[in-house]
Nanobody, 127 residues
Framework: QVQLVESGGGLVQAGGSLRLSCAAS????????MAWFRQAPGKEREFVAA????????YYADFVKDRFTFSRDNAKNTVYLQMSSLKPEDTAVYYC????????????????????WGQGTQVTVSS
């Protein structure tokens, strides 16, 4: 079992930055691939980024490349999503998710591939 708790969301102006954190419980955190998804009002949940258990591989959705950076600290059981150059269209609830095993972008980008989810943190970007 893994429990995930996100933090770091808030209100920021367009062009600004935020860092999201996701703290995980459990002693096997280092075995899990982690991901961020987001869901805007009236839209389906979408993949943002994923990182392998060792941080040796990272996938990003095209719309966040060169703006967001995903990292993890296995000693602290925490992953981070550094978001910069934020746009109003980045406004959404951001969710942290965990799964065992890695795979192709097509697989890792599917929300149903993840067994554990956090409660979400709201990110609002004003224009």
């Amino acid at each position: 079992q893994v429990q995930l708790v996100e933090s770091g969301g808030g209100l920021v102006q367009a062009g600004g930055s935020l860092r999201l954190s996701c703290a995980a419980s459990g002693r096997t955190f280092g075995s899990y691939a982690m991901a961020w998804f987001r869901q805007a009002p009236g839209k389906e949940r979408e993949f943002v980024a994923a990182i392998s258990s060792s941080a040796g591989s990272i996938y990003y959705a095209d719309f966040v490349k060169d703006r967001f950076t995903f990292s993890r600290d296995n000693a602290k059981n925490t992953v981070y999503l550094q978001m910069s150059s934020l746009k109003p269209e980045d406004t959404a609830v951001y969710y942290c998710a965990a799964r065992l095993g890695w795979g192709t972008y097509a697989l890792i980008g599917k929300d149903y591939e993840y067994n554990y989810w956090g409660q979400g943190t709201q990110v609002t970007v004003s224009s």
